[in-house]
């Protein structure tokens, strides 16, 4: 199909950003070199550009940032709630005050679309701060009671001293303000290593902190690869362990704790279904379809990369959706018009053009729109597969990318076993016009969060979390206090 | 049991203690058994004395359950939590009936005075009745509805998460045995439980009671035996979703913690309890709960009469 309209670049500026040849460690307050000195570059996956160098963490910089948490921790789980509320309150209008600037960050250094952080990693990210702030001043009022030998008294729950966090490059910035804020909240202090691809925003945030007159060693910051993380995991002096990232990845994690007092929280892969009834109405469920898989280019633990579609209408929603993913507009991340940006990084482009050729050998159809892939960088045309069953690697596998593997179901309960048909429970999407039948659906599928008539969604009031090996533990909301809290 | 033969000459009727699994009472498929004697203190028979024998349960026993377990988690999970509230509270009252029983069961196996292990069996014939009055409530005190900023409405709901083993505690062979399984299936779970290795009998006779208090068959399975023998192959079950260590001492726990992330089981790592008669908080229910949240468009009615 000829594009009907020609668009003109429209690129967000840059200039909005000030990105330093090179970061060191934040720890204590100060950024500082590497003990060994070592350094690695972080790329723009958009175009391979050198964007800065950043220091990479050593075993002893996890214990020197270990340990400034470990200092900072008395006087900050001593303040009063109400003065780290305050603290709390002053991040989130900061952020919401540099947003632009971290937006255009996040889309460089992640390769994600503008219109993504824009409106929605940068809005979410300060909401949840924000969220998270009135939180600390009113922990004995969440129902979580102090753990005591004879019971329980059911006021003033107490934090867990250091948390160690280890994030994902998905979502850099979001998923720090998931872990930061309610850890802080709660009365601990932090060591957080973010991805090894996506590096700054956790640097600028670092800034953030400084700017916000946050006491020194409340938050650390390492940037580095699996191993800084597997230190900080291990450390003995971690109280808590919290990681977002892929269940092989947190299985280790889970014996690496096994046998100690560190309260640990898994925030893990999927493989969502997304159920769309004969019913669904098709221009909207095409839409959720689309948001649900080609969001973030795929790279969601939450996406909805299983399509099941009602038998009868097969042929119908998949005309609809193959028209809307013609009209997709793949290219610079910068560009406001963008809806499919780059892929985080050569690995993971390998890893998913990968699954996509074994989709392929293993006789599923494959299918994408006439895509013109940019020459420098990492990209991805959204693709779909048709035929495919559930003994497909497409279909049980996590792609962690733009690719949906559409599947058939004719009745409900066909529906449901197919959804359910999985090691993972992270979220699943419900499309019909029957809200009988999306409450009886909902009730039967093992995901931690469901999407009726919508998909992707989120919000800090809103727990989000795994059943099964999507792990465990909730981020967000009230339930997100617990896995901050001794209790 | 080892009771002698009377002044009068009538012998007792010795009972066979054997595992509860499926709503049956088998035999272990091995074919085992194992001597079971009174503890030191035991008003009712001296050190040593013999018992019982107990079922020797196998990895097999182990496996049998765990299939038993999943069969029955759909009609419990699915069973109204009001249904589950009188299902609880009618093994309290099976209880009460057979309370004389359970003293003399558990004094011999904890070799505790008649009175002493007659507060045992009450608190837990009253832990029965705190958890019945649980099952529908804690719902509400743990989920609800979440602010969200646009036009849904968002629940949050507890589920339960399946299948659990439970390693009932060693020393407190009954109340904390109960202790531990009513929170699992008050919510929704079915359970495995491994009973205290040197004193099983409580436990087994409590299978029982649960047969005859309409509990499905398949939602507490009982097995007794070497805790660790038992639990390796429950720990590392693909279809079991969490475990509860409480039985397991330190070295134990680590293994069996290690073995239960190759799927990411929920695990309960064993706490300090000094006195089993205090009163519980809900962790032991939300440790084996899960929290779905649902999204459901609320925009205004267009033309279409679609909301979104």
């Known amino acids: 199909m000829a594009p009907v309209f020609e668009y003109a670049p429209a690129p967000e500026s840059r200039a909005v950003v000030d990105i330093a040849p090179s970061y060191g460690l934040f720890i204590d307050g100060e950024f500082t070199e590497a003990a060994d000195g070592k350094v690695f570059k972080t790329l723009s996956p958009a175009t391979e550009e050198v964007l800065s160098e950043v220091a990479e963490a050593t075993e002893a910089d996890v214990d020197r940032a270990v340990a400034a948490a470990r200092r900072a921790f008395e006087k900050w789980s001593a303040l009063p709630g109400s003065e780290r509320a305050k603290y709390l309150f002053r991040i989130a209008r900061i952020i919401q005050e540099r947003s632009r600037e971290l937006a255009v960050l996040e889309t460089l250094d992640n390769g994600k679309p503008i219109r993504e952080t824009r409106d929605a990693d940068l809005p979410l990210v300060a909401a949840h701060f924000f969220y998270y702030a009135g939180w600390a001043d009113k922990l004995d009022h969440a129902g979580f009671g102090r753990r005591t030998t004879e019971g329980h008294s059911g ?22 303000a998931w872990k930061i804020a309610p850890a802080l909240a709660t009365g601990n202090t932090v060591v957080l290593k973010p991805a090894e691809t996506t590096p700054l925003s956790a640097l600028f945030f670092a ?28 450390h003995p002096d971690v109280d808590k362990v919290a990681f977002t990232g892929s269940t092989a990845v947190g299985k280790q994690i889970a014996r690496t704790v096994a046998g100690t007092d560190k309260k640990l929280t898994l925030e893990l892969g999927g493989k969502g279904a997304n159920i769309v009834f004969d019913d669904a109405p098709v221009d909207q469920a095409v839409e959720g379809i689309v948001t649900g898989i080609f969001f973030n280019q795929g790279q969601v633990c939450c996406a909805g990369s299983r399509l099941l579609v009602q038998e009868s209408i097969h042929d ?7 028209r809307r993913l013609a009209t997709l507009r793949l290219g610079d991340p910068l560009d ?40 420098d960088g990492y990209w991805f045309a959204p693709t779909l597969f048709t035929g495919v069953t559930q003994a497909h690697t497409i279909a049980r596998d996590e792609i962690f990318g733009p690719v949906l593997s559409v599947l058939t179901f004719r009745t409900p309960d066909e529906a449901v076993a197919k959804a359910n048909n999985t090691p993972y429970g992270l979220s699943a999407g419900i499309w019909t016009e029957k809200g009988s039948r999306i409450l009886a659906v909902a009730n039967k599928l093992r995901a931690g969060v469901i999407w009726s008539n919508t998909f992707n969604k989120f919000d800090p009031t809103s727990p989000f979390g795994g059943y ?13 206090l617990e896995a901050y809290l001794d209790v | 049991m080892s ?9 007792s009727v010795f009972k066979t203690y054997k595992l509860y699994v499926g709503g049956k009472f088998p035999r272990s498929e091995s074919g085992r058994v194992y001597e079971v004697t009174a503890s030191s203190a035991a008003d009712a028979a001296g050190k040593g004395d013999w018992l019982a024998n107990a079922p020797l349960a196998s990895r097999k026993d182990a496996r049998d359950a765990v299939v038993a377990a999943r069969k029955a988690f759909g009609g419990w999970s699915g069973a109204t939590a009001y249904n589950r509230g009188q299902v609880l509270y009618r093994v309290a009252e099976m209880l009460e009936g057979r309370r004389e029983q359970y003293v003399r069961e558990v004094a011999q196996a904890e070799g505790l005075s008649r009175a002493r292990a007659a507060d045992q069996v009450d608190a837990a014939i009253d832990r029965w009745v705190w958890y019945a009055g649980w099952t529908d409530k804690i719902a509400q005190v743990v989920g609800g509805g979440n602010p969200v900023a646009g036009p849904f409405f968002n629940l949050s709901s507890p589920e339960p998460t399946g299948v659990v083993a439970v390693l009932a505690p060693q020393e407190s062979s009954f109340l904390g045995l109960v202790s531990v399984l009513a929170p699992v299936i008050a919510t929704g779970n079915t359970a495995v439980v491994i009973a205290s290795e040197r004193s099983p009998l409580p436990a087994l006779s409590l299978g029982e009671v649960l047969a ?9 399975n009982i097995l007794s035996g070497r805790t660790a023998e038992i639990a390796a192959p429950l720990a590392a079950h693909r279809d079991v979703n969490a475990i509860d260590l409480a ?15 190759d799927n990411l089981k929920r695990v309960l790592r064993p706490q300090p309890v000094d006195d089993w008669t205090a009163m519980p908080g809900i962790e032991r229910m939300t440790a084996f709960l899960e929290t779905k949240t649902v999204w459901h468009p609320t925009g205004a009615l267009g033309a279409s009469g679609s909301s979104y």
Do not use: Y
């Open chain 1, 155 to 176: 006021a003033n729950p107490r934090p867990l001293g250091v948390a160690g966090q280890v994030i994902p490059w998905n979502f850099p910035l979001l998923m720090l």
């Open chain 1, 207 to 234: 800034d953030i902190c400084r700017q916000a007159g946050l006491p020194k060693g409340v938050v650390n910051i390492l940037t580095g690869d699996g191993r800084a993380g597997a230190a900080l995991v291990a």
């Open chain 1, 316 to 322: 119908e929603l998949l005309d609809s959706l193959k």
């Open chain 1, 336 to 375: 406001k018009n963008t809806d499919i940006g780059a892929i985080n990084s050569a690995e993971q482009l390998a890893r998913i053009t990968a699954l996509a050729e074994q989709g392929e050998a293993e006789g599923a159809v494959r299918w994408s729109p006439a895509c013109e892939l940019p020459s």
């Open chain 1, 468 to 480: 099964k090996e999507s792990g465990f533990g909730r981020e967000g909301g009230r339930h997100g």
């Open chain 2, 3 to 11: 009771d002698k033969p009377e002044k009068h000459g009538r012998l």
């Open chain 2, 212 to 220: 005859t208090s309409d509990v499905p068959g398949g939602v507490v």
């Open chain 2, 247 to 261: 039985g397991a001492d330190e070295a134990l726990a680590k293994e069996l913690e290690i073995a239960a992330a």
